[in-house]
């Protein structure tokens, strides 16, 4: 009997509750016969990735969990800043997945022009130096932060209204015909969004798992 392709999820940041959402999100991915979709909780992490200094404390740990596993058959790593997505990917022959690539990638299948939502001001600048050297500039209308961190954006009871909000200004103000959720967290918060707003949401963590299914069921 062959077995069953696995896909390991790892949320970089040490907040379980992030997993959760995580979990909840990719339930719709799961379907008989898939692969097996693990979420995990890197407990070596900060507790948010919310400045440079959070992104690189995550890059070597997040290199020997990926060294060290013999069972995934890919990996995504569920953070928007993408920590050690290129020194994970020397770790290993098996494909590995950033969700702030895989999300950016989705939006420019969905929309011309897309936005970005992210948790606060000050992920911004890290963001959109990540994307001007993804060369895709042309195709960004902006970024706008909920002023949140990442745990109230995770578990916040008002973290909803305020994406609507910031949605609302990046679709009707920027011109974005598409959204990106630049941080995990959100992941619970897509349907919602996208019929509030809509336009196309794109959750980069769901994103990003399916282009990891679609890479081991054809390996």
């Known amino acids: ?39 995990v909780t890197m407990a070596e992490g900060p507790f948010g990735v919310e400045t440079q200094a959070d992104l690189e404390s995550a890059t070597m740990p997040l290199r020997r969990l990926v060294a060290a596993d013999n069972s995934a058959d890919a990996f995504v790593i569920a953070c928007y800043s993408d ?47 990540y994307l ?27 973290t909803l209204a305020r994406m609507i909000e910031v949605g609302r200004v990046l679709k009707d103000q920027d011109g974005a015909n598409v959204v990106v959720m630049g941080c995990a967290g959100m992941s619970r918060h897509r349907a919602a969004l996208e019929d509030a707003l809509g336009v196309p949401v794109i959750d980069p963590t769901q994103a990003a798992v399916a282009m990891a299914v679609g890479t081991v069921m054809f390996q």
């Open 1 to 39: 009997m062959q077995r069953r392709k696995k896909i390991l999820v790892v949320n970089p940041n040490s907040n379980p509750q992030v997993t959760r959402n995580l979990t909840e999100a990719l339930q719709p991915i799961c379907f008989d016969g898939g692969p097996e979709i693990e979420c």
């Open 83 to 129: 920590p050690g997505l290129h020194v994970c990917r020397e770790a290993t022959q098996r494909p590995v997945f950033g969700i702030a690539e895989s999300g950016v990638l989705t939006a420019l299948a969905r929309g011309d022009r897309f936005g970005v939502i992210a948790v606060a001001q000050r992920s911004i600048s890290r963001h959109v130096r």
């Open 132 to 158: 001007r050297q993804m060369n895709l500039m042309d195709r960004f209308v902006g970024e706008r932060p909920l002023d949140m961190s990442v745990a109230e954006a995770a578990a916040g009871d008002s």
